[in-house]
């Protein structure tokens, strides 16, 4: 490697590209969008995977409420407007991720076709894989893991998803999890068998 | 692995930590923060260093104007609020980044004092490396690669850091670069070595 010795000419140095990074890892990076009501289980499911894919060598990384909303989205709260912005950094961050080189998961209830729509157009189509976690409204509700529900329900909460605020279902997702009796185990494989057919885990 | 069949009760699966990360990619997470002024070389040297840990199998990402000032950050001006802003995200990403095992590295002139002491806060001392690129300001500006200096000191820019806005040098980097007469090369391989001294490039 030749390279002028004044410093006084600045030398452009190649950035190590995807390509690199992703053939070091030996994996493909993409974003594995989880999508669904609250309760429906996209953290739980989404951590499944993680494991799976640890156990397979592969690297991923998760971003949802626990490490966003108190970092980078700490200055946004739940108004529409706001959870656009929300979504928006959300997907930023993701396809960030995603040209690492990582298998990047994220768990939001993103419950607007656009923003999820606009996640796919940044990430790009062919990287981004849409993962709808259908459990009904009734399973969510019954399970209330942090009495949110019930707050919605008694007015505490206001503009609540799938309570006082719409869920717009995805249409065409990659991956339609119907979650209902069926084990979390059995979900993630679902997950982890359809980024295997994509051709994610190996580079 | 054993877990409840039934979909009623929530199974609140691990996370996959950072150790597991580290232990899968063989090196520790870490930011490398570049901070000097504009045509300093910190993008040229970050660029180096991830090329150099690249042919020794370490997996790193770049963080810099060119995939966050377009994308995440593309809301944000150059008023001092949205300088803060700007570097108060780049922090927050960086910090995800380096949670998830990565060798992080970010060039920004990031001229304020308060706001690199916040992204080292968030980020944790023992991870984060505070390089100074140390080059001499009539050595920026004769390189002037953008022509921006040219446009500060017509003030067709303003606020431009070092011409008409501060930049308040680093009073205990851990590492300095005095760049002046000395190669792309030679400052890049300071940082590798002080990284390997540290220890982040194994796990």
Same sequence: chains 1, 2.
């Avoid at 409420?65 to 912005?85: T, Y």
């Amino acid at each position: 490697m030749s390279e002028p010795k004044s410093t006084h000419i600045r030398w452009h140095g190649a950035n190590v590209d995807r390509n690199e990074r992703e053939a070091l890892l030996g994996q493909r990076g993409c974003v594995v969008w989880f999508t669904g009501l609250s309760g429906s289980g996209k953290s739980t499911v989404s951590r499944r995977v993680e494991q799976l894919l640890l156990e397979r060598k592969v690297v991923t990384y998760g971003l949802d409420g626990d490490n966003l909303r108190f970092g980078l989205n700490k200055d946004l709260g739940f108004s529409a407007e706001d959870r656009s912005e929300n979504i928006r950094r959300v997907g930023c961050v993701a396809q960030l991720f995603m040209d690492s080189g990582t298998v990047t998961l994220t768990a939001f209830i993103s419950p607007y076709q656009r923003d999820r729509d606009a996640a796919r157009a940044l990430v790009g189509a062919e990287r981004f894989v849409e993962v709808f976690v259908d459990t009904p409204l009734e399973v969510c509700e019954s399970r209330d893991p942090k009495g949110l529900y019930k707050k919605a329900r008694s007015g505490e909460i206001a503009n609540f998803t799938g309570i006082s605020a719409p869920y717009e279902a995805p249409t065409a997702p990659e991956v339609h999890l119907l979650t209902d009796g069926k084990t979390v185990d059995a979900s993630a494989q679902e997950v982890v068998d359809y980024l295997e057919t994509r051709g994610f885990l190996e580079a």
